[in-house]
């Protein structure tokens, strides 16, 4: 039987762009808020004996965990063979160590969560700068979409003069390879941060500045303090405008028009969490990804 895409609020687009990929169906979970603050959660009716891929985007995850375990057992109940969960942006990773006395150390726990409802898990670029595979958090399959080439291919063809800048050091192992795979000469840059919204963000010499685009790359804008105080000390240095280029369009409050402000010449993001500024699809490597994942766990079940 044909798999069938089951999409929360906001992934029905990219629903649709992935079942024209992988010749499955879709429909649309509803969900439905009581003034409580509880939720429902409905199902489409025919879901016996199919292969059910959740879509959920987990930009803001704590009123939706709740709706995600209740859709996964609620397929199950009515007959639904394997079911798995594609979350292009996957909340919860930054939290993957105990930074301070006490704190819960969130990444494994939500990944107990989701694996306690799902077989198996597709996401894009997960932030576990710290942990080098998915299979440390994960016992279920689960598969990492790797959103470097894609975003190479639009820095070479859009910014051909670009100069590639990884915020912190974390971020030199992908920036390295995205400025390898478009050909462009990359610097790190050193990141502080003292807060939620306190960030700094120094940038080094570099002749390569004077001569290029800066193209400023990084996986997270959240409150976008990252991204605005590196634009800040570029301006001030003297480059060109620099240009924007996100993973996940987090986006907290008016963190958008905040780097808009700051002079960013472009914003521009994957469609891992449905924004404006979405001009890289994830489709084609998230429609294989779930193929793969999905032949992983029949291998295991
Ligand atoms: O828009 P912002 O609020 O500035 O958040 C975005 C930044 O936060 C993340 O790193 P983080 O500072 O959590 O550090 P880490 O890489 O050590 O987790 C992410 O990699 C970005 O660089």
């Not at 990492?144 to 190479?152: G, H, K, M």
């Not at 991204?227 to 405008?241: F, K, N, V, Y």
Request: hydrophobic fraction near 50%.
């Amino acid at each position: 039987m044909t798999p069938l895409i089951l999409a929360f609020p906001e992934m029905e687009a990219l629903a649709g762009d992935l079942a024209n990929r992988m010749s499955a169906e879709t429909a649309a979970i509803d969900l439905h808020r009581f003034p409580d603050g509880e939720s429902l959660v409905t199902l489409p009716k025919k879901l016996k004996g199919r292969d059910v891929i959740v879509l959920a985007t987990l930009r803001d995850p704590d009123p939706l965990a709740l709706p995600l375990r209740f859709a996964a057992a609620t397929a199950r109940e009515l007959g639904a063979k394997l079911v798995g969960l594609v979350a292009p942006y996957l909340a919860y990773m930054r939290q993957d160590k105990r930074f301070a006395l006490g704190q819960a150390v969130a990444a494994p726990l939500f990944a107990k969560f989701l694996e306690d409802s799902f077989d198996w898990l597709v996401t894009v670029d997960p932030h576990l700068h710290r942990v080098p595979s998915l299979d440390r958090v994960f016992r279920i399959p689960a598969i990492r979409v790797q959103s470097a080439p894609l975003i190479a291919d639009w820095i070479a063809r859009e910014v051909p003069d670009a100069v590639i800048l990884g915020p912190d050091s974390e971020s030199q192992q992908w920036v390295a390879e995205v400025a390898r795979t478009a050909g462009r000469p990359y610097e790190v840059l050193t990141k502080v941060r003292s807060g939620d919204w306190q960030v700094d963000v120094s940038v080094p010499e570099s002749d390569a500045l004077k001569h290029g685009t800066p193209v400023v790359l990084d996986d997270i804008a959240s409150s976008g303090r990252t991204m605005i105080r590196a634009m800040e000390h570029l301006i001030a240095a003297g480059t060109r405008s620099p240009v924007c280029v996100i993973i996940h369009a987090v986006f907290a409050g008016s963190a958008y028009e905040d780097i808009l402000a700051a002079g960013a010449a472009r914003v521009i993001t994957t469609d891992s969490i449905p924004h404006q500024t979405n001009v890289i699809s994830l489709a084609d490597p998230l429609a294989a990804s779930i193929a793969h994942a999905m032949n992983a766990r029949l291998q295991t079940h």
